[in-house]
């Protein structure tokens, strides 16, 4: 049984897709969602996602937002969203280094929170990246 995926970030719609499961890491951990799962709204981690869709698995990272689920769709809205194959892995690899550089220095002229978003989703980039 599938269900409906609708993916919203700053720009609109993201995608849209029928989907027979969808892994995400919310803030209280990762659930996977299959159709007919509870209904439920959370927020979001910096983290990677996956969808399975006609048994192929697509590879997303995700930064921050919530989501909405209920038994026949999923609605994800988020700050920003990639695909692995749209990360650069070196460019993530490379602001991964400042952030942990800044966080090391605690110069008191950079916002640690900022900095540590920063690095989340750094990471949250190269673990999806592996799945070119």
């Known amino acids: 049984m599938d269900f409906s995926l609708e993916i ?14 969808l892994t ?20 979001l981690d910096y983290a990677p996602m996956h969808i399975i ?9 995700i930064h921050g937002g919530a989501i909405n689920i209920t038994k026949t769709k999923v609605t994800i809205i988020c700050n920003a969203i990639e695909s692995a194959s749209e990360i650069d892995l070196s460019r993530a690899e490379a602001s991964k280094g400042r952030a942990q550089k800044r966080l090391q220095e605690k110069d008191p002229n950079f916002d640690e929170k900022r900095i540590r978003l920063s690095l989340a ?10 799945y070119k």
Do not use: C, W
Request: proline share 2%.
């Open 121 to 130: 989703r750094a990471l949250a980039r190269i673990k999806t990246a592996q």
């Open 53 to 61: 869709s006609e048994g192929k698995t697509e590879y997303f990272a």
């Open 8 to 21: 919203i970030n700053p720009r609109g719609i993201y995608l849209t897709k029928i989907v027979s499961s």
């Open 24 to 43: 995400i890491k919310l803030t209280s951990g990762y659930r996977t969602i299959l159709a007919g799962h509870m209904d439920l709204i959370g927020a």
